[in-house]
């Protein structure tokens, strides 16, 4: 199937590997240009140049922190420089620490708003200009599973991306008739480094071994097994393509069958 995806300009955050990174190459791979962020140098331009090679794709790349306007709005103005517009965002960001609620203070809690919530209103309100002068485009917003079943030792994400979902569900009533889309996909347990990262927090608080606790949560997944940012890469893909023309304001979810919940 043709996603309708060749020529577009599409910007993906926090791209530099794990999931930004699998949507990126799934929309690269299908003719998008693409344009894509993370905070860290020299690791994005690295990417930027394996997206080139594996697709053949135009992709550039920039260092920028999710947290400071000013440095979204520069990622922002460097695409439409190169691109000459926006057809589609992947509004995404790094996890805020884990731990449970006596673990944070009220600097913990703002760093939370300003890393996942705030971020994802600043990314969305730099693009939309663009996306309206072309006559409209599609946002997608990297959630996470917790926004139906939070997550134990995750309450800061709990919340924050709770929000995001909200936020993405508002927009998206307010920007259809002017052509733009928006959508949440949430991820289950995917081979990334941040699962890895969680996995090795729970070792140490409770003592089990690494390989104990990825045996046990793989094995709550029906499919038997974590999902890759390449599986997850193409969910998003067509989310962000024409192929998706009529859905909008919905949340699609990545996750081999593990979550339980009927909505």
């Not at 994802?120 to 309100?125: E, I, K, P």
């Not at 663009?130 to 926004?147: H, N, W, Y």
Request: charged share 20%; net charge negative.
């Amino acid at each position: 199937m043709d996603l309708g995806l060749k020529g577009k300009s599409i910007m993906v955050a926090a791209a530099s590997r794990g999931l930004g990174y699998g949507i990126a190459r799934q929309v690269a791979k299908a003719g998008a240009r693409v344009s894509i962020a993370a905070p860290t140098e020299p690791r994005i331009h690295e990417s930027a140049q394996r997206l080139r090679e594996e697709s053949g794709a135009e992709v550039i790349s920039c260092a920028f922190d999710a947290r400071d306007e000013a440095s979204i709005r520069q990622w922002r103005d460097t695409t439409v420089a190169q691109f000459g517009g926006i057809d589609g965002l992947v509004v995404n960001a790094g996890g805020p620490p884990a731990g449970i609620f006596d673990d944070f203070d009220d600097g913990a809690w703002q760093g939370a708003f300003e890393l996942t919530l705030l971020s994802s209103v600043r990314m969305v309100r730099s693009v939309l200009p663009s996306m309206r002068e072309r006559g409209g485009g599609a946002i997608v917003t990297v959630t996470s599973s917790s926004v139906k079943e939070p997550i134990d030792m995750l309450l800061l994400s709990n919340v924050m991306r709770s929000g995001v979902t909200s936020l993405a569900k508002s927009l998206s009533h307010q920007l259809a008739p002017e052509g733009i889309r928006v959508n949440n996909l949430v991820p289950g347990a995917i081979n990334t480094d941040r699962l890895k990262g969680l996995m090795q927090t729970q070792s140490e608080r409770t003592g089990a071994s690494f390989e104990e606790i990825s045996q046990a949560r793989a094995a709550t997944v029906p499919m038997g097994r974590f999902g890759e940012p390449d599986e997850f890469g193409k969910a998003g893909a067509f989310l962000l393509s024409d192929a998706a023309a009529y859905i909008t304001g919905e949340t699609l979810v990545v996750d081999g069958g593990a979550m339980k919940t009927v909505w």
